[in-house]
């Protein structure tokens, strides 16, 4: 799992997303013969038997002892090899020749998947690792391995023992903003939008991190998490406007009528975008487990910005906006009000919205008078207390 040159994403990464699409229940059967051939393609010219043995007992392959045999024959055979080099550097070459010895060791049980014995081989190679850019690679080759492995227990210890002791030793501001997006990243995959859309747009003019991802799914990611972190002003003037998302928006299918069509209340539009776009979000493995939440959060910013511009509107008028029936938009509301998302409420008799959205400075008069009622009745608590 090599740094990966400009603008090729790592094979492994490649390989667990096709691994992903293999037991996605709504994969047509037929895609998944080529899937399945694709991915025993590749075990095989990696020579991955640990995860081949893994993927047979699962039965997402079926297991072929002899090609397993000499799968492993094979990689004890390399590592053997590897050894040997070591043994070598260790007699009669320097420090640093010791170093990349034992990380070639370390990047091979990557390449074969052996997750334990890489994560051990590379805390090794740590120990003989003294300048702070080559340790914060050892850390992106973990990451590169969590994230294969959606081990976000693992990305998260990474990302922090990156962020507290190597930061503070020094290292250069390349791998510091590449760190920004495998944290990103990290944040989008455990449904912490708000922080991974922030990271992301700091990391729209640096972005250098293709071996995670091509830049059309960082644009793709980093809008996905704007539309329902942004306000309207700061949506408009770090996506809508900005030329490094322009450049590309194009090429991401329903991404641009998705983001134009909200931002120019062209709802109809909208909701024709959104259903080509709930596709692409439950074929991501990353967005897949939030897809639901997802969907509920972006109908929550549509309805609130139409509703913001009425004090009541009809519910016919709101349907005809949407394109879709009064019953489903009927339907949506009772369930967004209920849980409190939105600030109205039906007159189911008149067929009519009556928003009430909540005024921040009433709001904070009356969290001004109950805590005054609070202080007082404490005061007077006290007094009655002091007079005994």
Not at 211 to 221: G, K, L, M
Not at 291 to 300: D, G, I, K, L, Q
């Amino acid at each position: 799992m090599d740094g990966g040159a400009e603008g090729t994403q790592q094979p492994h990464l490649i390989l667990a997303h096709k691994l992903f699409l293999l037991t996605h229940p709504d994969v047509q059967d037929i895609e998944k013969v080529q899937l399945k051939s694709d991915v025993l393609s590749s075990i095989k010219s990696d020579g991955m038997a640990p995860l081949y043995e893994t993927l047979a007992a699962s039965s997402v392959l079926e297991l072929d002892q002899s090609l397993l045999d000499s799968m492993r024959a094979s990689n004890e055979e390399e590592l053997k090899k590897l050894d040997e080099k070591i043994a070598d550097a260790e007699e009669n070459l320097g420090e640093s020749e010791v170093r990349e010895a034992h990380l070639a060791k370390g990047l091979y049980f990557i390449r074969i998947s052996d997750k334990e014995k890489a994560l051990e081989q590379l805390k090794l190679t740590e120990g003989k690792t003294v300048a702070v850019g080559q340790k914060m690679d050892l850390v992106f080759y973990t990451l590169q391995l969590a994230f294969f492995y959606m081990d976000f227990d693992l990305v998260s210890k990474s990302i922090d023992k990156a962020k507290s002791k190597l930061f503070d030793e020094g290292g250069d501001w390349e791998r510091k903003n590449r760190l920004k997006v495998y944290e990103g990243l990290y944040c989008m995959s455990t449904r912490n939008f708000k922080k991974a859309a922030s990271l992301f747009l700091d990391s729209i003019s640096t972005f250098t991190t293709y071996e995670i991802f091509p830049y059309e799914t960082f644009i793709f990611y980093t809008v996905l998490t704007s539309i329902i972190t942004l306000d309207r002003v700061s949506l408009k003037q770090k996506v809508v406007d900005a030329p490094e998302i322009l450049t590309v928006l194009g090429k991401i299918p329903f991404l641009s009528e998705f983001l134009n069509s909200l931002y120019e209340c062209q709802y109809k539009a909208f909701f024709s975008a959104f259903a080509g776009m709930a596709e692409q979000i439950k074929f991501d493995q990353y967005l897949n487990p939030h897809f639901r939440f997802y969907m509920r959060e972006v109908r929550t910013v549509v309805y609130s910005q139409f509703l913001e511009s009425y004090k009541s509107v009809t519910v016919d008028a709101m349907a005809n906006a949407f394109g879709v029936s009064v019953d489903f938009i009927d339907q949506e509301l009772s369930r967004f009000i209920a849980a409190g998302k939105l600030h109205c409420k039906i007159d189911k008799v008149a067929g009519v919205l009556e928003t009430n959205r909540p005024d921040a400075k009433n709001a904070l008069y009356q969290a001004t008078i109950k805590q005054g009622d609070f202080l007082l009745n404490r005061i007077q608590k006290l007094s009655r207390v002091i007079d005994l």
